[in-house]
């Protein structure tokens, strides 16, 4: 994922803190506000999690044991990329189920996926717009790299997509054995 922190904020420089605006009668107040600390007009960023804007996607989860075996029949039935949700036929901001393989639209379009979960219980769905893999159930994000589980059919999805197969990156592993970092690949 990305961070976002910052984005389109003028510079801590160029941001005249209430201390300024005051003619300096609070110049010695510091405050702090949602994990940013201001002090004497100049921002120390103090972020984290959503409020910082990065988005960290977990390596595990409990609920994958929902999803079916990822075999040949199971992966002939991810749909392309552009489908349509099946409720409401919108284009674009779509999910698939990666429980039964409905292709559903965002919160940010009719909230279909959201509803789907909610009646179904199904948790687990891939954004055809990014990739990325969201359990509801978890409320975060998931690794489609680093979890052997997503893999299969994050692949097959990123090849309609794209006509290609996902680059998988390379993780540094621990070898608890010896207490040394080797390079490992997840390979594709």
């Given amino acids: 994922m990305s961070s976002a922190a910052g984005a389109g904020e003028p510079s801590s420089s160029s941001r005249p803190g209430k201390e300024r605006e005051d003619g300096g009668e609070e110049s010695n107040r510091k405050e702090e506000d949602q994990g940013t600390a201001v002090a004497e007009g100049d921002v120390d960023l103090e972020l984290y999690g959503a409020a910082s804007g990065w988005v960290e996607a977990r390596t595990s989860c409990p609920h994958l044991s929902a999803m079916p075996a990822a075999g040949a029949d199971e992966l002939a039935r991810v749909p392309s990329p552009d489908s349509q949700c099946s409720r409401c036929h919108h284009p674009s901001e779509n999910w698939l189920c990666l429980i039964c393989k409905d292709v559903l639209c965002s919160r940010f379009i009719n909230k279909h996926m959201l509803c789907h979960y909610q009646e179904m219980g199904h948790c687990i769905a891939l954004s055809f717009s990014d990739l990325s893999v969201w359990c509801f159930a978890c409320d975060s994000y998931l690794d489609a790299q680093s979890i052997l589980e997503l893999r299969p ?9 794209f006509g290609e197969r996902p680059p998988f990156r390379t993780l540094e592993v621990l070898d608890l054995s010896s207490g040394q970092t080797g390079s490992s690949s997840l390979g594709s």
């Fill in 153 to 161: 059919v994050y692949e097959v999805a990123h090849l309609l997509k």
